[in-house]
């Protein structure tokens, strides 16, 4: 089979098979599949901003024009040995798993073909021409884990010739990871924040990541959203304590379920995955909690959304007809939904 797991596609980027004229870089993480492929593309050796050397092309614009492709890979070059035929934003497009079905069975001989996908499915279209080809490899790019993460962050620091500390470093990873090229982008933010610096340290980090912890009805909606049953009863009693109303708690935790009953709704409807439509979303999600927020639309379906939705309000109701018994009434009705993260997150 022509691909390889996740943890070994950068050890293959580094020393690319040159009997392979086609490569397919898809997942979830759009910025991590994009970041690979242009290390791919610069392995070629061509010059990326050459026209003649370079074709860009759209995976619909591949889809409307049938045998696009085709033509491309067949085409003599004229100012060079090969080309580079690059193929962005691909999906499960018929008309490009028929093109590149048939470069499989007759390669080109001057060209590269190289597509950038999203999530494709397993043993379905494009992947499984790709995956059953011996001139083609398909290559996994998923949302990056704790050790990909600090490679990232250890990458910009080396760059730029800084350190962080040990509990700046822990304060960021909690914020990066859903998307590559996203991360980065936060991670040479806050090493131009520190220029002038030899160390990055915590305060750094808070500053530039907008760490709104101290909040504790925000952390209370995020322990709750988590499945932290622990976390969210410790940050609910300390807001109640310092004189905070139990109706902000539930006001922000149903403002939250309902966005994310929006995003999820696009999920189900589209055959999106979670990170692209965080990526997506209008009003955007603010990065440091774009994690969470994707965690939790994979956690819960729309059904569970909507039973949840409707203990707030009732909830809700219940605090004005009963102010005498508002923190009691919140907190049974939030705790009860922690509970049922916690549940759903161990499926």
């Avoid at 999920?267 to 990526?279: C, H, L, Q, Y």
Wanted: overall charge neutral; proline content about 3%; some cysteine.
């Amino acid at each position: 089979m022509a691909q390889k797991k996740a943890f070994e596609v950068d050890s293959w980027l580094a020393r690319p098979d040159a009997r392979i004229s086609i490569v397919l870089l898809y997942g979830p993480d759009r910025g991590l599949v994009s970041e690979r492929a242009k290390a791919f593309a610069e392995k070629t050796g061509l010059p990326l901003d050459d026209p003649f050397s370079v074709v860009r092309l759209e995976g619909s614009e591949v889809d409307r024009d049938e045998g696009r492709l085709l033509d491309e890979a067949r085409t003599v070059p004229m100012f060079s040995d090969r080309r580079l035929l690059w193929v962005r934003n691909a999906t499960g497009q018929k008309a490009l798993a028929e093109d590149v079905k048939a470069l499989t069975s007759e390669p080109a001989r001057d060209a590269i073909i190289l597509i950038e996908a999203g999530d494709l499915k397993k043993g379905v279209g494009l992947r499984a021409v790709v995956e059953g080809a011996d001139n083609a490899m398909a290559l996994p790019c998923y949302a990056d884990e704790a050790r990909d993460i600090d490679t990232v962050i250890d990458d910009e620091l080396r760059k730029a010739g800084m350190s962080m500390t040990l509990e700046a470093r822990q304060a960021l990873r909690r914020n990066l990871g859903g998307d590559r090229l996203a991360s980065r982008g936060e991670i040479e933010k806050l090493i131009l924040y520190a220029h002038g610096q030899k160390e990055i340290g915590l305060d750094d980090v808070r500053a530039m990541s907008g760490d709104v912890s101290g909040a504790s009805f925000d952390d209370a909606v995020d322990a709750l959203l988590e499945g932290k049953i622990g976390d969210f009863d410790t940050a609910f009693t300390r807001h109640c304590q310092s004189g905070g109303p139990p109706f902000l708690v539930l006001s922000s935790a149903m403002r939250q379920l309902q966005q994310i009953q929006i995003m999820r709704g696009q999920m189900d409807s589209a055959g999106r995955n979670a990170a692209s439509v965080v990526a997506g979303a209008r009003p955007p999600v603010f990065f440091s909690r774009r994690k969470l927020v994707e965690k939790a639309l994979e956690r819960w379906s729309s059904d569970a959304l909507s039973r949840a939705l409707t203990r707030l309000q009732t909830a809700v109701l219940q605090t004005r007809k009963r102010p005498d018994l508002s923190e009691a009434l919140a907190r049974q009705a939030l705790l009860g939904i922690a509970v049922e993260s916690a549940r759903l997150g161990q499926r």
